[in-house]
């Protein structure tokens, strides 16, 4: 398939009509204004031009733009942080719906993230064909840039420093990985792929009695570190799929470094591969919602779509008497944003029976940060594996397990 044409930013500079390819992982529509900006340029000013949709093409120094930026960031905390204290700030939650009102609080927070990402991203530099920045100080960013865009084709670009920083600071996480102790080693996440910074979720899939070493499904595969934990499990042969041609090259780098590539086959497919597995292992974004950048596709499911799609394909791709493992946070239920009774239904419908469930709490820092807006739910979540099977024929529906209860 021909990929879509880039879009070009057209703008006038020093009486010269100027064009460059508009780069924005995170689906930003073309700008319809650009104004040159340069180390005069006030943070208000700043702010008062992208609240009317212009773009700022920095000409100054590049340490003044991080400066720059950083400023506008500050302003934006400083009024977010008025309107949150305001007495009309929280709108009256709807009890019924919204008993703790931490939904209510949750759709605010992410208005609030959405606005400010739009604002700071306003701030936009131009890469040369081979990923340079030619402005006064600007640091080397060639390789990061060639990681996340692929390489250099000569063909100038225009990017929002503050990509440009997420670009850097995955650079740096790709560089030194992140120490999994299931795994044997490190796992070193690419430019647009979940970080397992979070290991808890590991250590249930590294802990939970395998129905079989012969054969695994891995759906959604990621960094390659739930295909990894199971080949070094034992598992003889292990299918990973996703959808994301970053996550399959990050995968095969991680399975490579660990040792375990002989052991796992990568699929690109939505979901399962084909055929049956007596074992197959999801662990689908927590949160049902529309992901705002890129990275939040591994957090943000819409509608629910691949937890769904997960469970209404389980019975089709499981050998008789496997098991398919889920491992999902219950974040969502306690912001209000799923209940566990439409878990419990979804799981019904697609005739499967849970036999077992193991869960662990969270040890990220934001689950002991009380001044998170959202702590009360992070500080109340637990992680849970569960354990699925197929109904059998005259069987009953799903089995009442407490979530604390072991598999």
């Given at each position: 398939m021909t990929p879509p044409s880039p879009l070009m930013l057209t703008w006038t500079e020093d009486d010269q009509v100027r064009t460059a390819r508009w780069r924005s992982e995170n689906g930003a529509p073309l700008p319809r204004r650009v104004v040159l900006a340069d180390d005069q340029m006030?943070?208000?000013?700043?702010?008062?031009?992208?609240?009317?949709?212009?773009?700022?093409?920095?000409?100054?120094?590049?340490?003044?733009?991080?400066?720059?930026?950083?400023?506008?960031?500050?302003?934006?905390?400083?009024?977010g942080a008025r309107a949150r204290t305001a007495p009309d700030a929280v709108p009256e939650a709807d009890t019924a719906a919204d008993p703790t009102g931490l939904r209510t609080v949750f759709h605010q927070h992410r208005q609030a993230q959405a606005q400010r990402a739009r604002l700071l991203s306003s701030l936009v530099l131009e890469l040369a064909g081979d990923h340079g920045i030619a402005l006064r100080r600007a640091p080397d960013l060639r390789l990061a840039c060639a990681e996340a865009y692929g390489p250099a084709d000569g063909q100038p670009s225009v990017v929002a420093l503050r990509e440009l920083q997420g670009l850097v600071g995955a650079h740096e996480w790709r560089?030194?990985?992140?120490?999994?102790?299931?795994?044997?080693?490190?796992?070193?996440?690419?430019?647009?792929?979940?970080?397992?910074?979070?290991?808890?979720?590991v250590d249930l899939v590294d802990q939970a009695a395998l129905p079989s070493t012969a054969l695994a499904f891995d759906?959604?595969?990621?960094?390659?570190?739930?295909?990894?934990?199971?080949?070094?499990?034992?598992?003889?042969?292990?299918?990973?799929?996703d959808l994301s041609a970053r996550a399959l090259e990050c995968a095969a780098d991680n399975l490579r470094r660990l040792g375990c590539a002989q052991q796992v086959e990568l699929v690109c497919t939505d979901l399962f591969p084909p055929g049956h597995a007596p074992l197959v292992v999801c662990n689908p974004p927590w949160l049902p919602g529309k992901p705002a950048t890129a990275i939040e596709h591994a957090l943000y499911d819409p509608d629910s779509r691949m937890l769904r799609g997960f469970l209404a394909g389980l019975s089709v791709h499981l050998t008789p008497g496997g098991e398919g493992w889920l491992i999902l946070s219950d974040l969502?239920?306690?912001?209000?944003?799923?209940?566990?009774?439409?878990?419990?239904?979804?799981?019904?419908?697609?005739?499967?029976?849970?036999?077992?469930?193991?869960?662990?709490?969270?040890?990220?820092?934001?689950?002991?940060?009380?001044?998170d807006r959202l702590h009360a739910a992070r500080r109340a979540e637990t992680t849970m594996l569960w354990r699925l099977v197929v109904?059998?024929?005259?069987?009953?529906?799903?089995?009442?397990?407490?979530?604390?209860t072991g598999g």
């Open positions: 006030a943070a208000d000013a700043a702010l008062r031009l992208a609240r009317e949709g212009a773009v700022l093409l920095w000409r100054g120094d590049f340490q003044n733009a991080r400066l720059l930026l950083q400023a506008m960031g500050r302003r934006l905390d400083r009024i560089k030194k990985g992140v120490a999994i102790t299931a795994t044997g080693g490190r796992v070193h996440a690419h430019y647009g792929v979940f970080s397992p910074v979070r290991g808890e979720y759906i959604g595969t990621g960094s390659g570190v739930l295909a990894a934990v199971l080949a070094r499990r034992g598992v003889r042969r292990v299918v990973a799929t969502a239920e306690r912001l209000g944003l799923r209940s566990r009774a439409q878990l419990l239904k979804w799981i019904e419908q697609a005739g499967l029976v849970v036999v077992g469930t193991a869960s662990i709490r969270p040890r990220h820092p934001k689950a002991l940060d009380p001044t109904v059998a024929e005259g069987g009953g529906g799903v089995t009442s397990l407490n979530p604390g």
